[in-house]
């Protein structure tokens, strides 16, 4: 996998890893694990980081990218003050609150000032440049300190889990396989052993553990010729290979009458510990998107939106299940999507992606960023220009 997602030649392998914690190089941000950590030789230190589950490419990274790394943890994030969590946030707080005030009593003042004549052609620039910047700014600012507090004081719940272990003991294994001998002539995506209902209803015994799975082989019935035209970029772009999904008791070899939404349901529920009358909406996740973020790696899924609470933290609980593998993809609640909406939105401008595409909606961020620091240099010079008039 690693040595298909580079090019690399497999023989110039170091090193093959296995890595289950996030650490400096593999943040959080990337949500899978474990993973294997795959080392090639060379000179730029290429790293790829490969989850098996799915074939996905993690993550790569390369000297050069570990140390602009370094620099963002640094300076954007402040992991130096990790271990004074209270003491980052406050300082960073106060930091992004001065730039509110700033755009806030700057728009103030042009609102109530008279327009008048400004001799100095640097305090005429200096303004200028403060029509155009003050709103991305402001955008910058507030959704950064939302995040801020956000990610200090609210619990997570978003991240992969994983299934419970099966227990295959007694249950009759050797027999098993015999089971789909009817399917050798057709063409199959993928095979899975999963766990579901024994009954042909979900109840509320499966929440509490109270009713025992059974097991099932799920198998993937593919497209004609779908593995000759499907591709890993045509699933991420929503285009289905799976004819149709077969569900079989993997003991008794009777077909079920089971679909990947009654599946869902069952998933959906024992991982929340919910009702299955709490269910208000469940549906099929075939891009991704401002609910699912391309960091899951994974398609199609289906989400789970659950009734219920309207207030506090825990409100608005959506989870995203696969039911090919029984993992909790991703899950959050009302509080994380107004979040996520606002860091997307007004932080790294999302919004700009369907009309700019995401290459020059990067360039326009840098732009006003440079812009930012000609305004902030302008700001500067006529500071100590006044501090030495003063003192004249």
């Known amino acids: 996998m690693a040595s298909y997602y580079t090019g690399r030649d497999i ?65 954007h994030t402040w992991n130096w003050l990790d271990r004074f969590d209270n003491a980052r946030v406050l300082l960073m707080g106060l930091f992004i609150l001065s730039l509110i005030a700033m755009c806030v009593a700057g728009v103030g003042l042009v609102i109530v000032l008279k327009s008048r004549r400004i001799p100095q052609t640097s305090r005429r620039w200096h303004r200028a440049l403060a029509y155009i910047l003050w709103l991305p700014l402001l955008g910058w600012s507030v959704s950064g300190f939302y995040h801020l507090l956000q990610a ?33 002539n057709q063409s199959i995506n993928a095979l899975a052993l999963v766990e579901g209902a024994s009954g042909p ?20 019935l593919s497209q004609p010729n779908g593995h000759a035209q499907h591709t ?44 299955n009358e709490d269910i208000a909406d469940i549906s099929k996740v075939t891009h991704f ?24 933290r825990g409100a608005g609980l959506r989870v995203f299940v696969d039911p090919i593998t029984g993992v909790l993809v991703d899950q959050n609640r009302q ?29 326009l961020i840098v732009g006003t960023i440079i812009i930012c620091l ?4 302008l700001g500067v010079l006529m500071l100590l220009k006044n501090g030495r008039r003063k003192k004249v």
């Open 232 to 275: 890993r970029s045509e699933r991420f772009s929503g285009k289905a290979s799976e004819r149709a999904a077969v569900y079989i008791n993997a003991e008794s070899g009777e077909l079920r009458q089971w679909g990947d939404e009654a599946q869902a349901r069952y998933l959906a529920l024992r991982y929340t510990g919910r009702s």
């Open 152 to 184: 200090a004081y609210v619990e997570p719940v978003s991240g992969l889990r994983l299934s419970e272990e099966m227990r295959l003991d007694n249950r009759g294994w050797a027999t098993m396989s015999g089971h789909l001998s009817e399917y050798q």
């Open 11 to 75: 023989n110039t392998i170091e090193s093959v890893e296995w890595q289950t914690a996030f650490d400096q190089n593999y943040p959080a941000v990337n949500r899978l694990l474990p993973v294997y950590r795959v080392r090639f030789s060379g000179d730029d230190g290429l790293m790829a980081y490969i989850y098996t589950e799915t074939n996905a490419l993690a993550t790569l990274t390369n000297n050069n990218r570990q140390q602009l790394q370094t620099i963002f943890q640094a300076l």
């Open 289 to 312: 998107g401002p609910d699912y973020d391309f960091r899951n790696k994974r398609l199609p899924v289906w989400r789970v939106d659950f009734s219920g609470e309207t207030t506090g």
């Open 374 to 377: 000609v305004m902030t240099l």
């Open 201 to 220: 209803l979900i109840s509320d015994a499966i929440k509490s553990g109270a009713e025992e799975a059974t097991l099932f082989y799920r198998l993937s």
């Open 335 to 363: 509080i994380d999507r107004a979040e996520s909406w606002s860091f997307s939105m007004l932080h790294k401008w999302n919004y700009l992606n369907p009309i700019t595409g995401k290459f020059y909606r990067d360039v």
